[in-house]
Structure formats: structure tokens, C-alpha cells
């Protein structure tokens, strides 16, 4: 499997390279001992050959199966997600499961709009500096994130969780762009080593997300072009990807 360095954070799931198995997923889930936010522990199953998405929410919530299908990158990054981001993955399928079908074109409030970006889309961003987050919302992007790169460190902190974002960063282009939960949550307190940074930033995902995302909408979300992120722009372009306005949009 290709490494993108947004996909660090899933390096340590012991799980091989490419596309593991059923039983390697829920190996790993026993020895995490996955679980809903609950307790009640997780497993991964055989996904049905078609499933209604609130079926397939409703299953995870009631019955604590997750389906995959075999062979299927796509839901292979979903059960990796999972695996490092339980709290966060748990408190989105609470908010679809408690939602469920609206009388909308697509059959989603805007709660399960939002949880949806999110799921397949979303980056957990934490920062606590206002001038920061007001050049991101104003969308100077250049001012924003063309900082250096370990001044950005100190500012932001962020994480993939979208498992749809994470199965195209296996080939990623300049134009990828994310949808960010953004935390108010200090870069500076979050412990050293990834597994317990990883561990800070669910658990403070899923506290903003806790009862069941209530008021989230799809336009709390912060857009986020990868690229803005120096080392995950795939052309490695330093300061010149900001002159790409097909990528980094004025407000």
C-alpha cells in the first residue's frame, strides 16, 4: 500500500499492507478491544450484496456488526478508521442511527449531512489560535497556511478520519479537499506519539459530536484543501500552490 503522510496515523493498527482480510480486521478489533462509546464491543462482518445506508447504520448501532466488503479498499480504509478513531466513528453512526430517514432529496437532515462529510470526507482539525482560524474562514489561504512548516505544527493539529478521503489519498491530487471539525483543543496539549495524539483526537471528536451532533450542519465544517498542508500537497509545490485558485478558492 502506498503511504500518504496523512495516513501516518494508521501506521500502527497491526494490520498488514493492502487490503487485510475479515479475519485480520477483527483480529486487530479483538486486541483494541473495539467498542461503541457505550461499551458494547464491535466486530466487523460479510457486508450484504445491497444495503440501504440506514440499514447499514442501524446494523452497526443495534447490533454492533460493521460489514465489509471483501476485496473493497474503500471499506477496508472504513474498517481502518474505526480501528484508530472508535469514539469519533461511533458518535457519527449515533447520529445517523437517531436521525433516520428524512423527507429530503437525499433522504438526510442536515444532521446526517454534516456526519456524513464528515465520515467520508472529514479531518479532525484542533486549534486555539483566533487569528489563525479567521484567515482559514475568511479563506486567505496564503496568510493562513503558508506559515512555516513547524510554526503550523504549533497551530494546527489535524487528522483524516473521512474513510472515502483516505482511499483516494492512495492517489492523491492537488484539488483533494477535506471537510474539518474543528476543535478548539491547543496542538500544545496533546501528548507525544501517535497512538495517544490519535487517542486525544478522538476522544475530543466524539465529545463534540456527543448528543447524537444536535445543531451540527454541513457548514460548520471548514473546507480544507489538502494541499494546504506543505507536506501533503502531491506536487510539493511550496508557496506557489497558493496561486492555484481551482484549488484555494476566495471566499
Not at 59 to 82: M, Q, T
Not at 102 to 111: C, H, I, K, Q, Y
Not at 182 to 191: F, H, I, Q, V
Not at 204 to 218: C, H, S, Y
Request: with cysteine; proline share 7%; hydrophobic share 50%.
Amino acid at each position: 500500500m502506498r503511504v500518504h503522510p496523512a495516513q501516518a496515523a494508521y501506521a500502527d493498527l497491526g494490520l498488514p499492507d493492502g487490503i487485510p482480510s475479515l479475519a485480520e480486521f477483527n483480529a486487530a478489533a479483538a486486541a483494541a478491544r473495539l467498542a461503541h462509546l457505550d461499551g458494547r464491543r464491535l466486530s466487523f462482518v460479510a457486508a450484504l450484496p445491497s444495503c440501504p445506508a440506514i440499514a447499514y447504520e442501524r446494523r452497526i448501532a443495534e447490533r454492533g456488526e460493521i460489514p465489509l466488503r471483501a476485496g473493497d479498499a474503500h471499506d477496508a480504509w472504513n474498517a481502518r478508521a474505526w480501528l484508530a478513531f472508535p469514539r469519533t466513528k461511533s458518535a457519527l453512526n449515533a447520529i445517523h442511527a437517531a436521525a433516520g430517514v428524512a423527507a429530503t432529496a437525499n433522504a438526510r437532515g442536515r444532521e446526517r449531512d454534516a456526519a456524513t462529510l464528515l465520515d467520508e470526507s472529514g479531518v479532525i482539525a484542533a486549534c486555539v489560535d483566533p487569528t489563525f482560524v479567521a484567515r482559514w474562514r475568511a479563506r486567505a489561504w496564503r496568510a493562513a497556511f503558508g506559515i512555516p512548516a513547524e510554526a503550523l505544527r504549533q497551530t494546527l493539529a489535524v487528522a483524516v478520519v473521512g474513510h472515502g478521503l483516505l482511499a483516494r489519498l492512495e492517489r492523491p491530487f492537488p484539488g483533494l479537499t477535506a471537510k474539518a471539525l474543528l476543535l478548539a483543543l491547543d496542538p500544545a496539549t496533546l501528548p507525544e506519539g501517535a497512538a495517544a495524539r490519535r487517542q486525544a483526537l478522538d476522544a475530543a471528536a466524539a465529545a463534540r459530536l456527543a448528543d447524537r451532533g444536535r445543531g451540527l450542519a454541513p457548514a460548520d465544517l471548514l473546507p480544507l484543501p489538502l494541499a494546504a498542508v506543505a507536506e501533503w500537497d502531491p506536487a510539493q509545490r511550496g508557496d506557489r500552490r497558493f496561486d492555484d485558485r481551482s484549488v484555494f478558492r476566495p471566499r
